[in-house]
């Protein structure tokens, strides 16, 4: 019996690259004879912003992390957040699709994470990290910029396009998910002409084509490393025999 596998596309236009290439996921996953579950974000009309106005009775001041154990506990969660609540618990693994703008993903797909990973259900103050509820659960990341790759390693200009995942992918991994090294595809844009266009559509056409095989290799697709919870001192900081992956979790100079 296959698994379930949710896509989740982050971007305005369904036509773009971004929407093609989360259908050529879809079918794929469909083919090897997953269930496949979406969330189209925009499409949706999600609404990415929390507040007190999503809950009837929330605490006053609004604490959404309160607000949302509350509501939880109640099973009164908004009708929007506990369709995905119920699409991540059910889904093995998860394929975002997204651009990258300005730096980071797109808000909408910010607000995804701060309402869907509803705080008590799908994570708790003791129920993180290694000990997270979502463990089990594998995630890839599908991204598009708009920079070239050489502007989009370790030394470019723009930033280097792995480390502007990190944020997306620490929260995932915060909630106990394992993260696949992310699929970029660099110089994705609509200022292309002549035989740069022509080039980009062939190169976008091997990238769709290539996405079953994509897929049926997710399994052992290298992850993203992070540390173990045995890596960290009780005050939760990096012991100083642990390795450092990350300049974000880094041992003080």
């Keep these: 019996m296959g698994q379930v596998t949710l896509i989740v596309l982050a971007h305005p236009e369904r036509r773009s690259f971004c929407g093609a290439w989360a259908e050529a ?4 996953a469909a083919v090897a004879g997953d269930q496949v579950v979406w969330s189209d974000l925009y499409a949706m009309g ?3 912003a929390e507040r007190a106005a ?3 009775a929330s605490p006053d001041p609004f604490d959404p992390l309160k607000a949302q154990e509350q509501a939880a506990a109640a099973q009164a969660l908004p009708g929007d ?3 995905e609540v119920d699409k991540i618990r059910r889904a093995d693994r998860i394929v975002f699709h997204f651009p990258l703008w300005w730096f980071a993903p797109p808000a909408i797909l910010k607000g ?3 309402r869907a ?3 008590g259900l799908l994570h708790a103050v003791g129920q993180r990290f290694d000990r997270g509820l979502l463990a089990g659960k594998l995630a890839v990341f599908c991204v598009t ?3 070239q ?3 989009s390693g370790p030394d470019g200009k723009e930033g280097e396009t792995r480390l502007l995942l990190w944020p997306l992918a620490q929260t995932l991994r915060y909630c106990g998910m394992a993260v696949a090294e992310p699929v970029v595809v660099h110089g994705v844009h609509g200022y292309h002409n002549g035989a740069a266009c022509a080039a980009l559509e062939v190169r976008l056409a091997a990238v769709l084509e290539g996405q079953a095989a994509l897929l049926a290799g997710l399994g052992a697709r290298a992850r993203m490393p992070f540390n173990p919870d045995t890596d960290f001192d009780a005050a939760g900081r990096l012991r100083p025999d642990a390795p450092s992956h990350w300049p974000f979790i880094r041992h003080p100079v």
């Design 46 to 48: 999600f609404d990415a």
């Design 145 to 147: 910029t708009g920079a």
């Design 117 to 119: 990973l509803v705080h």
């Design 81 to 83: 957040v506990a369709a």
């Design 54 to 56: 999503h809950y009837g």
């Design 25 to 28: 996921s879809a079918a794929a």
């Design 149 to 151: 790759a050489v502007e």
């Design 112 to 114: 995804w994470t701060e």
